[in-house]
């Protein structure tokens, strides 16, 4: 792509302090992807730009893309989503998002969906509740879901994988490898080819499902039990760690407990 300047609105997804004085910030664009850019002085204390190119805002941008980088020339913040940072939950929570989107989402890649998604993501937080560990866990794992079935990583969650037949309630087995359920008749064909395969609930099958189909009003309304969602977690953070590129060592919801004693730990596959 060959271009010296553009001016885009997007959102802030990360900011990391590069050499003495500046800033590189990965901003999600609804035209362009992804990009990279760097605020120049922008950790100096009268730094105009600085100001407005922090996340939870939705801001336009006019950036020159030189030799080796693009810098931001100029910025004016179109919306801020300021009730996000009333309840130290929503913040945790909307922090947490924004970094696994910037480590799954690449340079350049125009996706106007991710973008849209993220505004409605953002919106539905503004609201400024204060959600429990458990809820945050679970409305971090919906995110997760939806952004791998944009990202062409959907979760079979309906059908065996093998057979492509309908899965009957209590009639199937769990592969985060695979992606998805397998029925017992398959399992039983193949035991070799399905032996890492484990029994799941169906009450967290229902889970996966719902938490990846419905909108996330919707999602703080379902009442949630401990012990299903611990599976629902897990099953979540071994999706990622298979399906998703780049390394994925810790659990997903880790950034959204703060100083919290994880209530989960994630399991071996």
């Known amino acids: 792509m060959s271009w010296s300047s553009i001016k885009t609105e997007g959102i802030v997804l990360t900011v990391v302090p590069v050499r003495e004085a500046d800033r590189a910030y990965n901003i999600l664009t609804p035209t362009h992807g992804k990009l990279e850019i760097i605020g120049r002085g922008a950790q100096k204390g009268l730094a105009k730009l600085a100001s407005h190119l922090e996340p939870f805002a939705v801001v336009d941008v006019e950036i020159i893309r030189g030799q080796h980088s693009t810098t931001v020339i100029s910025v004016d913040r179109q919306f801020t989503f300021k009730k996000i940072s009333n309840e130290l939950s929503t913040r945790l929570l909307a922090q947490s998002s924004l970094i696994l989107l910037n480590r799954y989402t690449h340079e350049l890649t125009d996706d106007q969906a991710s973008y849209q998604d993220l505004v409605d993501w953002l919106s539905f937080l503004n609201v400024g509740r204060d959600f429990s560990a458990t809820r945050s866990t679970f409305l971090l794992g919906a995110f997760l879901l939806k952004l791998m079935k944009r990202s062409g990583y959907d979760v079979e969650l309906v059908n065996c994988l093998a057979c492509r037949n309908e899965i009957a309630p209590s009639d199937f087995r769990w592969h985060a490898g695979k992606g998805g359920l397998v029925c ?17 609930e169906d009450d967290v099958i229902k889970l996966l499902r719902f938490a990846r189909d419905s909108r996330y009003e919707d999602l703080i309304r379902l009442a949630l039990s401990g012990v299903h969602m611990e599976s629902f977690a897990n099953m979540v953070h071994d999706l990622v760690s298979f399906h998703l590129p780049g390394r994925y060592d810790r659990p997903f919801w880790e950034g959204i407990l703060a100083d919290v004693e994880l209530e989960f730990q994630p399991e071996s596959v």
């Open 184 to 200: 017992s008749d398959c399992v039983s064909a193949d035991k070799e080819e399905w032996f890492t395969a484990r029994n799941i």
